[in-house]
């Protein structure tokens, strides 16, 4: 039977169960569950990247003085320039088991403090840059089955200059660009063509505001056409990093409020839809801090974060933002995009900035948006959590479903008392509505994969699946998911593909076979590992890792 490419969300099963059973309550599972996993991890989760090994690499920063995570017997940190604790046997990154909800200490010797990172092809996760020893730093993390052997490897000076606050970015060719940071209006490259080498970008000096920046972790966005989308302040560009020029410059954002570090709204690259013309992109952008809101707080004033998204059509030839408001307004917030296409925005607060205790108002209920409804219907309020996730809170996607969630110390050091809002070292897990219960038997389970889990471009795919319940009129989708690293309000490389589906099948009772064309080039699909999700009836199955490329 043939099926549309394009997926229908949680809309219509929604629709279909509240006939059956009526509207769902505030506390109904329908708009999202919360579970706390863990009352303390030992470290705040300033940074987190999934693995394909279904493994979360977590860090903080080293010089906030000892954690609540031990390293083995034995093992410490010794740095005699650290100002809070020149020895220190405290573990400041773990690793987290998704499947066995279990973690184990990782030893970090330099300083990770608003660091960047992103996946390399082959699965390592590259991880650049942080503050006083590890500002020239690279570090790497190679996942592996061993329990201890795996750890860190750190390459002090590896990069050309200091990079704080600056954002990666995986390429076509498997590199990784690092561009921008405190003081650094320049980008280079992983690996490094030469030592020293680097690339001055005007735009970032342009985008600087005196004493404030707001340029700070750029936001970055590789296009179909192997270019990047460059956004700070209120401005962005279309860079081709090949040549160091600069193609197009694109309207600025309407309202002039800053959109970057500190005033740290979020961005995503809005799902690319294949078919079979050129690929389309669009960004969006959201919330943030008024321009001069760090400035206020000097003087205990908290300004309403900025309640507005917009969104930009940046392949089409004369784009023009297209601007929505916020359910609520929002800054520090974390925008992840989910399985079905939608996009979740989670974290933050509600007035104030970044910075040690410059926020107001958490905000506690995430949102979701759906950017193919109708504008005005886009957003739904979802259900909140108790614990607020403010500086340095974080969130990413996992392979179930969920969302992981953590973080959040907006004061200096590992302070728990004596403070608006305590050093938080939970972890907590948040299920959006297509997991509630009610959806169980409409949620696909992969069964196998043709060719395997490495496919090359413009393969073709065909994926096996049961559903023990499948809903007339709804159709089946793929997407490939490519895995954040997230931090600051800041996914790092996100990115979903929805695929081209050629035809659905039923081949038993209750188990399908959909066909679909893999990724057309390495602009539209970086080589790496992805998460698939067969999703029905807006409902994702669990993923099944592939490797593009």
């Not at 006083?132 to 690279?138: K, L, M, T």
């Not at 509505?433 to 395997?452: C, D, K, N, T």
């Not at 695929?499 to 659905?504: P, S």
Request: net charge neutral.
């Amino acid at each position: 039977m043939r099926q549309s490419t394009r997926s229908v969300l949680l809309p219509l099963l929604f629709s279909f169960f509240v006939a059956f059973h009526g509207r769902p309550s505030l506390s109904d599972p329908l708009l999202g569950e919360w579970r706390l996993l863990h009352d303390s991890i030992g470290i705040s989760a300033m940074h987190m990247q999934l693995l394909h090994t279904d493994q979360v690499v977590m860090f903080d920063r080293t010089d906030f003085g000892a954690s609540n995570l031990s390293l083995p017997s034995g093992l410490c940190r010794v740095d005699p320039d650290d100002v809070v604790l020149k020895t220190d046997c405290s573990a400041h990154s773990l690793l987290y088991t998704v499947e066995s909800d279990a973690f184990r200490p990782l030893y970090l010797s330099t300083d990770t403090w608003c660091s960047s990172g992103a996946v390399l092809p082959n699965g390592t996760l590259l991880q650049t840059g942080g503050y006083n020893d590890g500002d020239r730093a690279v570090r790497i993390f190679t996942p592996c089955d061993d329990e201890y052997p795996c750890d860190w490897v750190e390459l002090p000076g590896y990069l050309a200059v200091r990079r704080w606050y600056a954002t990666n970015q995986i390429l076509p060719d498997g590199r990784v660009i690092v561009v921008g940071g405190r003081r650094q209006f320049s980008y280079e490259f992983f690996p490094r063509s030469a030592p020293g080498s680097l690339v001055p970008l005007q735009f970032l000096i342009a985008t600087h505001d005196k004493n404030q920046e707001n340029n700070l972790y750029p936001f970055l966005h590789l296009l179909p056409d192997g270019n990047l989308f460059v956004f700070a302040n209120t401005r962005s560009i279309l860079l081709d990093y090949v040549r160091n020029r600069v193609l197009r410059e694109y309207p600025r954002i309407p309202g002039d409020e800053p959109r970057n570090y500190p005033s740290s709204g979020s961005s995503v690259l809005l799902p690319l839809r294949l078919g079979d013309g050129p690929v389309g992109a669009e960004v969006m952008v959201c919330g943030g801090a008024p321009r001069g809101a760090f400035r206020l707080t000097t003087g205990d004033e908290y300004e309403a974060a900025v309640d507005s998204c917009g969104r930009l059509r940046v392949t089409d030839p004369d784009p023009r933002w297209e601007m929505e408001k916020m359910p609520m307004p929002r800054v520090m917030g974390d925008m992840l995009i989910l399985p079905t296409a939608d996009v979740l925005i989670i974290n933050g607060a509600g007035n104030g900035t970044s910075g040690w205790e410059l926020a107001r108002n958490p905000v506690l209920t995430p949102v979701q948006y759906g950017p193919y409804q109708p504008p005005g219907t886009r957003f739904r309020v979802l259900n909140g959590s108790p614990i607020a996730r403010m500086y340095h809170s974080c969130a990413i996607v996992v392979g179930d479903g969920r969302v992981l969630v953590g973080g959040s110390n907006p004061h200096v050091f590992y302070n728990f008392t004596g403070v608006l809002y305590p050093t938080e070292l939970s972890l907590e897990s948040f299920s959006p509505p297509y997991l509630a219960p009610r959806y169980a038997e409409a949620r696909p389970v992969i069964v196998s994969m043709a060719p395997g889990d490495s496919v090359a471009y413009r393969q073709q795919i065909a994926v096996d699946f049961n559903v023990p319940m499948t809903l007339p009129g709804c159709p089946i989708g793929l997407t490939l998911l490519y895995p954040s690293f997230t931090t600051h309000s800041l996914s790092m490389n996100q990115r979903l593909l929805v695929l081209k589906i050629f035809n659905v099948t039923q081949i038993l009772p209750f188990a399908y076979r959909v066909a679909a064309l893999g990724p057309p080039s390495p602009a539209v699909a970086p080589p790496g590992y992805y998460m698939l999700f067969v999703v029905h009836a807006g409902i994702p199955s669990r993923a099944a890792w592939v490797r593009i490329g």
